[in-house]
C-alpha cells in the first residue's frame, strides 16, 4: 500500500454525493503524497472539481447525459494503468470496468452481490445512517490503510473571476456587501420530499420585510416552474437566478450569501463546505436521514417533521409531501433570525431566552 502511485477515486452520482465525497481528498494526498489523484465523476458535476489542488486529472463518466460506451472507457482507464480504484458509489457496470481495466487494488463494499470484483472490502450498512455519508465515504480509505481522525476538509476551489462575476452581477441588482445576503433553493431536483413554493415564498417574505434581507432564488435546469411558483408568493425584492449561474458561480455566490436555505439537494452541501450558515429541511424517510445526508456543519438548522403528526403517512412510511407542510414558515424565520446573527447577539439572545424559561 505504501508505494500506490497512481490512484482512482470513483463517484459518478449527483452533485452533493460529490461534496460529501471531496474529504476524502486530502487524506489521500497526506498519505500518499507522491501519488498521482484521480477522479472518475459524471460530466454536469466536475465543474466543481476545477482547480481542485488535489486532483491531477478529472474522468468524465459520461457526455452530457449519456454514458462513456463502456469499452472506450475502458481503455482509458487501462491505459492509465492506475494501482488502485476505490468506488464510492458502486454499480455493477463500474465494478465490471475496475476489474476488466486490471486495477491491482479494488476498494468497494462488501454487501452487493457483485463485491467478488473488488479484492479490498469494507462491511458498512450505510442504509442504517450510524453515521454521516461523509464519514463513511472517508472509511472506505481503511481498505488501503489509511486512517485519520482529522477534522473534514471540503476542498472547494472558488477562482477570482466568478468571485468577480457573481459581485458584478450582485451590483446589477442593488445586492452590496453590506446587505445582508438569503439565498434560497427551492428545489431538489427529485432527491427530497419538497417544502412547499408557497412556504418559501413566505418565508422570503419575512426575510424581506422583517430582516431587510435581500433574497436570490436559484436553481437548476428543469427547476424554473418551482422558482417561479416561489416568486409568485413573492410581492417584492427578490431576484430569480434560476438556470442563470454556472456551478462554479453558483458556489461563489452561496460563499458570499449570509445564509442558504434549502431542501435536502447538493447546494445545501456546497453552502456547508464554504461555511455558509445553513437551514435544510428534510422529510421524514430512512433514505433521506439528516443523520447521513444532512449539512456537515456547526452553522446549521435542520427541520424533519413528525410523521406521526401527519394525516396520510400516520407513523409509516411516508408516501407523500403532506407532512412537510407540518414545519412552518415561523420556526424556520425564526432558525434564520438565530442564524444571522452575529455571535455575541446570538449568545444574548440564547441567555435571555435561558432566563425566560427559567
Known amino acids: 500500500m505504501e508505494e500506490l502511485k497512481k490512484i482512482l477515486l470513483i463517484r459518478t452520482d449527483r452533485l452533493g454525493d460529490l461534496i460529501l465525497t471531496l474529504p476524502m481528498l486530502p ?18 458535476a466536475s465543474e466543481i472539481l476545477d482547480g481542485n489542488r488535489y486532483i491531477d486529472e478529472v474522468l468524465l463518466y459520461d457526455s452530457s447525459s449519456d454514458p462513456t460506451p463502456f469499452l472506450d472507457l475502458l481503455r482509458a482507464i487501462r491505459g492509465r494503468a492506475f494501482d488502485a480504484a476505490i468506488l464510492v458509489h458502486p454499480t455493477l457496470r463500474l465494478a465490471l470496468l475496475v476489474f476488466l481495466a486490471r486495477i491491482p487494488i479494488r476498494v468497494g463494499t462488501g454487501y452487493r452481490w457483485y463485491s467478488f470484483f473488488f479484492n479490498q472490502k469494507v462491511y458498512e450498512h450505510r442504509k442504517d445512517a450510524k453515521r454521516h455519508e461523509a464519514e463513511y465515504n472517508l472509511n472506505l480509505l481503511s481498505a488501503i490503510g489509511v486512517f485519520s481522525d482529522s477534522p473534514l476538509e471540503f476542498p472547494l476551489e472558488i477562482s477570482a473571476s466568478s468571485t468577480q462575476r457573481v459581485q458584478q452581477l450582485c451590483e446589477r441588482v442593488s445586492i452590496w456587501e453590506e446587505d445582508t445576503l438569503i439565498v434560497i433553493h427551492p428545489g431538489s431536483g427529485g432527491s ?26 436559484t436553481g437548476v435546469k428543469g427547476e424554473e416552474g418551482i422558482v417561479q411558483e416561489t416568486m409568485n408568493h413573492i410581492s417584492r425584492g427578490a431576484v430569480n437566478l434560476v438556470n442563470q449561474l454556472g456551478l462554479k458561480d453558483l458556489v461563489a455566490l452561496i460563499r458570499r450569501a449570509d445564509l442558504f436555505v434549502s431542501n435536502s439537494t447538493g447546494p445545501l452541501h456546497i453552502a456547508a463546505a464554504v461555511g455558509t450558515p445553513v437551514i435544510g429541511l428534510f422529510p421524514p424517510t430512512s433514505e433521506c436521514s439528516p443523520e447521513r445526508w444532512g449539512p456537515y456543519t ?28 407540518l414545519i412552518t414558515v415561523e420556526e424556520v424565520f425564526d432558525a434564520a433570525k438565530l442564524l444571522l446573527m452575529s455571535d455575541e447577539m446570538r449568545e444574548r439572545y440564547e441567555a435571555h431566552a435561558q432566563r425566560t424559561v427559567l
Open 298 to 325: 456547526a452553522k446549521k438548522r435542520v427541520f424533519v417533521p413528525d410523521r406521526n403528526l401527519c394525516s396520510r403517512c400516520k407513523g409509516g412510511e411516508c408516501e407523500a409531501a403532506d407532512c412537510m407542510e
Open 27 to 44: 487524506v489521500i494526498r497526506r498519505h500518499f503524497p507522491e501519488a498521482s489523484i484521480s477522479m472518475l465523476v459524471s460530466s454536469y
Open 192 to 217: 427530497a420530499r419538497d417544502w412547499s413554493p408557497k412556504n418559501f415564498g413566505k418565508l422570503a417574505m419575512r426575510c424581506i420585510e422583517e430582516l431587510s434581507g435581500k433574497v436570490v432564488l
